[in-house]
């Protein structure tokens, strides 16, 4: 018989079933496994230390820092013609266009005749230098003529100085004439008043302005109407393009001339296509507080357009690596008393809150110039939980 039995036989039943409860509960305490915080991390300073299994581990993910490979990202950059091989041809002269000889796409050689104008300001320069010509030579023959006279006493010593004077100054009209005619790039020899616009460039005509019957005047260029500030005819290599970028100021320590530019279009892009930085501006806008980067960018097979927008990648120079930092996830960085952190892993478990200098963020990532070196493991997620570890008042 058990002791349950026995005390059943003795005892009321009231009594028995207190006894029974007791003895239950004292059994159900004693079975009940003992709390003794094994799994809370512990705090050390900057440092979180995780037991081994902790459940917020899974919380967190690792990665390795990645040394930057391109200094400045997805920036927007306009193309345009190269003004080292590029010229805008207006016209001198007033007139009428009577034959356009170049076309869109031609290739021209430095003095090709680009169009042929009627021009009476032509002809005029022309008249005027034919003149000049003429009339130094009667001044020449005078002055010679009076000079002979002169040796035999048949002429007076002032006869003999107005002729030197009036062939003094007929050279000088001549000169004088001659220099305007040939500014328009014509000669006295030329036969009509028809001045040729030619190239001073050779190159591939990139724009044209002009049709034949237009009146043209050399002031169109300084009128207040924007259509004719447009060139007549615009010469330039495509196969050497500039391109123009806004570097934000924080951006600015990682650009050096001659760093390679790699860029993309939406026209191709699958395409990328190689430049390199050519000049930094000295002058930061007020406005966006950006300064304009110049580029040079190589165009072989002219697919690239003046005035295409482009997305511009700086890349970094295999030399400059180590200076240039690492790049990182945004989300491991945080900001506290005005200061970037981020928490790296130092062992299994062990996590250590580091000051960081970083720059700006682009398409999720963000640069960190110091605190973190390549291929040291970064909490790239979690990192806030693992703040409020460390001060749980913030």
Known sequence: ???????????????????????????????????????????????????????????????????????????????????????????????????????????????????????????????????????????????????????????????????????????????????????????????????????????????????PGQELRPDMMLGNVAQVFNPLFTVSDPTKLWLQVDVAEADLPSLEPGQPLHLRCNAFPEKVFDGTVDNIGGTLDPATRTVKVRGVVANPDKLLKAEMYVTVDVVQAADKLAAAGVEIQAPAVFMMDNQYYLFVETAPGHFRRQLVKVGTEQDGSIPVFDGVTAGQKVVSEGALLLQAIVNPAD
């Open 1 to 211: 018989m058990t002791v349950f039995s026995r005390l059943k036989l003795r005892l009321p039943a009231g009594v028995l079933c207190a006894l029974i409860a007791f003895t239950l509960a004292g059994c159900a305490k004693k079975a009940a496994p003992v709390d003794d915080n094994s799994s809370a991390p512990q705090v050390s300073g900057d440092e979180v230390i995780f037991a081994a299994g902790s459940p917020q581990l899974d919380s967190l993910t690792v990665e390795a820092a990645q040394p930057r490979t391109v200094a400045v990202r997805h920036l927007t950059g306009r193309l345009y013609w190269n003004d080292d091989v590029t010229v805008r041809v207006f016209t001198p002269v007033a007139g009428r266009v009577s034959t356009v000889e170049a076309d869109l796409g031609q290739l021209v050689s430095v003095g090709s005749t680009l169009a042929e104008i009627d021009s009476p300001d032509f002809g005029q320069a022309l008249a005027n230098a034919r003149t000049a010509v003429g009339n130094l030579s009667v001044a020449e023959k005078a002055f010679t003529r009076t000079k002979e006279l002169f040796a035999h006493g048949a002429a007076a010593q002032q006869d003999l100085e107005s002729a030197e004077a009036a062939d003094t100054a007929a050279l000088a009209e001549r000169d004088r004439a001659e220099g305007v005619l040939a500014n328009y790039g014509g000669s006295d020899r030329s036969t009509n008043e028809f001045y040729r616009l030619r190239s001073p460039l050779a190159g591939t005509v990139v724009d044209k302005n002009i049709n």
